[in-house]
């Protein structure tokens, strides 16, 4: 181990400090050697500074900051290139920062710490351009939302709950998803311009869909609906003028073919018009 001191203004000082100990050291600052690594010391006698050779090549790969007697800042050159790709600050509270980067990319990824080392936010800012393309966001260190260009994922107790979806980037919400406590989609809303659903589908337990409602009229009330079977057929019912009376049915098969069509022209409920094959023939 080797001590070297700076400005101690005498040799008789510095060979009592020496002797004396850090506890000692308020008159000058000075740094201690070990194999591997160098500390620097202020006036104070309080740690500032320490450099890591970790793998004893003669380049330090770490370098650690000091104040107020506790660590606030660690970097790490990762590849030895002299850049630092890895460095983590510290707040008085134990939070903590890490921000991470690759050699000859711009990205950079940043991730916030609770107190306790729990996760509270992850940012990829894939590009380095300061705005990240994605956002995750934790509490009581369970995954709560992630935010990215095509939409924003929520969850609860670490599990996918529903899902605002703009698949063309333009900025609004074009198609909302629903899970079940299990993760299965549920149900998935598709959005008009003025926000409001326009059309819902509902699944099964497989994820098939069971049923939807088309064209809803801002009120919740649809248009047509169409019901699934298991064998992949439908029927859809229209409401054309949505007084709750069907006056269309039609049935399709599962490769989309219509197979019968059924009009009530009256509205009174029984359906007069009849075409293809049907259960009633």
């Known amino acids: 181990m080797k001590m070297i001191l700076k400005g101690t203004g005498s040799g008789l000082m510095a060979v009592a400090l020496l002797f004396a100990g850090v506890a000692s050291t308020a008159a000058a600052d000075w740094v201690q050697e070990s194999p591997g690594q ?81 996760v509270r936010r992850i940012e990829k800012d ?14 009581g260190g369970k995954l ?23 698949p063309d980037g333009n ?23 003025d926000g409001k659903a326009k059309a819902r589908w509902y699944f099964d337990e497989k994820g098939q ?20 079977a298991k064998n992949g057929s439908f029927m859809r019912l229209i409401d054309a003028d949505r007084n709750g009376v069907v006056e269309i049915r039609e049935h399709f098969a599962a490769d989309g073919s219509l197979i019968s069509r059924e009009e009530d022209l009256d509205g009174d409920g029984s359906f007069d018009l009849r075409l293809g094959k049907t259960k009633e023939n």
Not at 105 to 111: D, M, P
Not at 209 to 228: I, V
């Open 38 to 118: 160098k500390a620097y010391y202020g006036a104070d006698g309080l740690l500032q500074r320490v450099e890591i050779d970790a793998d004893r090549d003669g380049r330090f790969e770490i370098e650690e900051k000091y104040a107020d007697k506790r660590r606030v800042k660690r970097r790490e050159d990762l590849n030895g290139d002299g850049h630092w790709e890895r460095q983590i600050t510290w707040e008085k509270d134990g939070s903590a920062v890490l921000r991470e980067s690759k050699k000859g990319q711009a990205g950079v990824q940043q991730t916030w710490y609770e107190p306790g080392g729990a």
């Open 126 to 139: 894939a590009d380095g351009n300061g705005s990240p393309e994605g956002v995750w966001e934790y509490a």
């Open 144 to 166: 709560s939302r992630v935010k990215k260009p095509e939409g924003i994922w929520h969850y609860r107790e670490g599990r996918l709950s529903r899902a605002e979806l703009d």
């Open 171 to 193: 900025g609004r919400m074009d198609r909302i998803e629903y899970y079940d406590q299990s993760g299965r989609i549920d149900k998935t809303e598709q959005l008009g311009p």
């Open 209 to 228: 869909p069971e049923r939807t409602e088309d064209d809803l009229d801002g009120q919740g009330r649809p248009k047509s609906r169409r019901e699934f």
